[in-house]
């Protein structure tokens, strides 16, 4: 394929994915920024400033480097020593074992180093291979921790202060981990950065996440027998599943800490350079499934090299499938007919609870639930979907439950089963499945995260015929929350976290009841082999269309946010290096933008003042010499917000604005959230003001729209103020 037909591809499926607008919006920015540097040179540019900053810390463990070396070229293995001598802690020690390296020049870089205090070089007799050689390591470390460190990667200077920093928190923590990039071969140019969850004990049996840079409690190294040769090439794998089953006291560092070197051969260009390496995966997977005593099958995904592991639903195991509707009996008509006819587990009830159809709809559910041997019951209420759920949990006989929407279809035969068996795991919570839009490819849900703009659901509106960064659409991976549109629970549990919150009547209900599974120690879960159809707002609408509805979220996003307060501001398995706007884990980047003039003085803004309409967000705002100010806003009940031009105002006590213009940022997030197609997507921006601009006084902060098509002008006053002496 060439570059220009690879193009087009692109540029149709962009078009696909965000329309008209919003894709010439990417081209435009894109075209501006060739001759920029690359998003994660700014990146590193804006966050690793001061690495080299530590305080005193009164716990000083000792950590152990544990580097095995083999055949590696001179200057590649002294950027790997030299990195680990530079470290801002001091209290550590390098073990150096070489493997019988046969290059001559491998001995003489070791022999430099044999009289550093914190260096002890090893010589083997014979060649192990990186097991043996790390064991022996491992025997002579006298640290309490250990690192272990390939012989031609680096660490960052600041790596094992992160570390120390941990432990001085809880001296408890027996597993640390941290985030990571790749390095050119020639150690010029980093890339490709993995920025990683909090501990996913599902997202580590789908891939070694974890991976650089770790350390270990060594006692627990030792307990276990240290590396195994039996699975060479992912032998920190297999000792990490191990380790981890031992210990649940596991940290992270949201930290790039770690520059793993790109060579052409190695797994950190590839798995499937190296085919010993896909048999050692399967080998570990499978042992780690038979040491937990579970019964599953893992299947090989060639396209990824790695391994799917599908437990197997317990035995004789009733599953009630409960679907709230009311009024929609084309649709749940639909969800029943290919419920039954695809699914292949079989042993399952169904209960539909309705809040209130009309007689004609009354008599029409009752037939279809007798044709579907289905418990219909039916109350009339003000449509409130918690409650609906735990009535329906109150009249289930299984061990499980499944809530389901009514506007879902079935189109996969093991979607049931593949969420029973991963519900039946004692760390399990809630498990959600993966959901297109009708008779396409295009995601609606694939878990979900916490974001400013609040809980949002991941690849929203992305392809799934591509296969997103680290398999996260393909493999199973931990979350915060999954949706109830499709979600399955163990009774106990679900009545361990006491059921849905009826005070969330709406919205917010499913995410409630995974933060508090989480809360009391399980793990959320998607089950990306449980593919639906949900024809998502064909039951209720959309709630940003009325206002009424768009108070109603709102508020109980409030609510939520009241329970569990930490929602406010972080997600344990959303790095806070990843973006704030978007669902598609891309980095966080915050360009240094250029201060926006003002431009217009003593504007009056007050007749367009419409608080009722307009609907804004900021995620940042600080004020020094500078005022910055990034966030969201559009206006509610219309359509064209993607042509709204947005200005920060600043209105003085006479009611007069001086107006500063902002740049348009790119908000999937809140097109997500509120349910808008593609209207949303450019509602973000942001704004840096000279306060030296401004005169003295103190001003309130607002927000002015002006649409491009419509020339329609809108603003609102929000609860900031600014005062400039």
Avoid at 362 to 384: D, I, P
Wanted: glycine fraction near 4%.
């Amino acid at each position: 394929m060439t570059n220009r037909e690879n193009n087009i591809g692109k540029f149709f499926r962009r078009l696909k994915e965000f329309g008209f607008i919003t894709t010439a919006f990417l081209i435009k920015n894109k075209l501006k920024a060739k001759a920029a540097k690359t998003p994660y040179e700014i990146f590193i540019g804006n966050r690793e400033e001061d690495i080299l900053k530590t305080e005193e810390l009164p716990y000083k463990p000792l950590f152990s480097f544990v580097v095995p070396v083999y055949n590696v070229l001179s200057d590649q293995l002294e950027m790997c020593i030299e990195s680990i001598l530079s470290q801002t802690y001091n209290n550590f020690e390098l073990i150096l074992v070489d493997d019988k390296s046969t290059w001559e020049n491998v001995p003489k870089i070791l022999r430099k180093y044999e009289k550093n205090p914190k260096v002890t070089v090893i010589y083997r007799e014979e060649n192990g291979h990186i097991s043996e050689s790390t064991n022996t390591g491992i025997a002579a470390a006298k640290g309490e921790y250990i690192i272990f460190t390939d012989c031609d990667d680096i660490v960052a200077p600041n790596s094992v202060y992160e570390f120390t920093k941990i432990v001085n928190k809880d001296k408890s923590i027996d597993f640390i981990y941290s985030d990571e990039d790749k390095l050119s071969d020639d150690g010029k140019v980093r890339s490709d950065p993995f920025f990683k969850p909090d501990w996913s004990p599902d997202t580590l049996m789908s891939i070694m996440y974890t991976s650089h840079l770790s350390t270990y409690r060594r006692s627990i190294i030792n307990e276990i027998g240290g590396l195994r040769t039996e699975c060479n090439g992912s032998q920190d794998y297999d000792l990490t599943l191990r380790f981890t089953e031992k210990t649940d006291r596991i940290a992270h560092v949201p930290k790039v800490l770690y520059h793993w070197r790109q060579r052409q051969g190695s797994t950190s260009v590839s798995v499937g350079a190296k085919p010993y390496v896909i048999e050692a995966i399967r080998r570990l997977k499978a042992e780690a499934i038979e040491r937990r005593g579970l019964d599953a099958r893992i299947e090989y995904m060639p396209e990824l090299s790695q391994f799917k592991v599908i437990y197997s639903p317990p035995k004789n195991t009733l599953v009630s499938i409960i679907i709230p509707s009311k009024d929609n009996y084309n649709i749940i008509e639909r969800c029943l007919s290919s419920l039954d006819k695809i699914t292949a587990y079989k042993n399952y009830e169904i209960i539909v609870v309705d809040n209130g159809s009309t007689d004609e709809n009354r008599e029409k559910y009752s037939k279809l639930c007798e044709k579907y041997n289905a418990q219909y019951h039916y109350e009339k209420m003000v449509f409130n979907f918690s409650r609906m759920c735990n009535i329906g949990a109150s009249l289930a006989k299984g061990q499980y439950l499944l809530f389901l929407n009514d506007d879902i279809e079935i189109i996969d035969k093991d979607w049931l089963g593949n969420m029973l068996g991963q519900a039946a795991l004692k760390h399990t919570g809630a498990v959600g499945a993966k959901l297109l839009y009708p008779d396409s490819t295009i995601i609606q849900h694939d878990g979900v995260i916490n974001l400013p703009v609040g809980p949002s659901h991941v690849f929203s509106r992305m392809d799934d015929n591509v296969t997103y960064p680290f398999c996260r659409n393909r493999l199973e991976f931990n979350y915060i929350a999954v949706t109830a549109a499709c979600l399955c629970v163990n009774r106990d549990k679900f009545y361990e976290a006491e059921g849905f919150d009826e005070d969330l009547a709406v919205n917010y209900n499913d995410v409630d009841l995974c933060v508090k599974l989480y809360e009391l120690g399980y793990f959320n879960t998607v089950r990306n082999d449980s593919i639906l159809y949900h024809h998502e707002s064909i039951s209720r609408g959309v709630d940003t269309e009325d206002p009424e509805k768009l108070k109603r979220l709102v508020r109980e996003r409030e609510r939520l946010y009241s329970k569990h307060n930490v929602l406010r501001t972080t997600d344990p398995f959303y790095n806070i290096n990843l973006a704030n706007n978007r669902t598609d884990f891309s980095l966080d980047i915050e360009y240094n933008a250029e201060t926006d003039k003002p431009i217009m003085a003593n504007a009056d803004v007050i007749p367009y003042i419409d608080n009722e309409r307009v609907k804004i967000y900021f995620d940042r705002f600080e004020q020094r010499d500078m005022i910055y100010i990034t966030g969201w806003a559009f206006a509610a009940a219309t359509r064209l917000n993607n042509m709204n031009k947005k200005y920060v105002f600043l209105l003085d006590k006479d009611d007069k604005a001086v107006i500063f213009g902002t740049k348009t940022m790119l908000r999937t997030d809140v097109t997500c959230a509120f349910g808008r197609r593609n209207n949303l997507n450019l509602a973000g921006f942001t704004c840096c003001i000279d306060a030296s601009d401004i005169a003295p006084g103190r001003y309130r902060v607002g927000i002015l729209l002006k649409n491009i098509v419509t020339f329609r002008k809108s603003s609102i006053i929000s609860d900031r103020c600014v005062t400039i002496r």
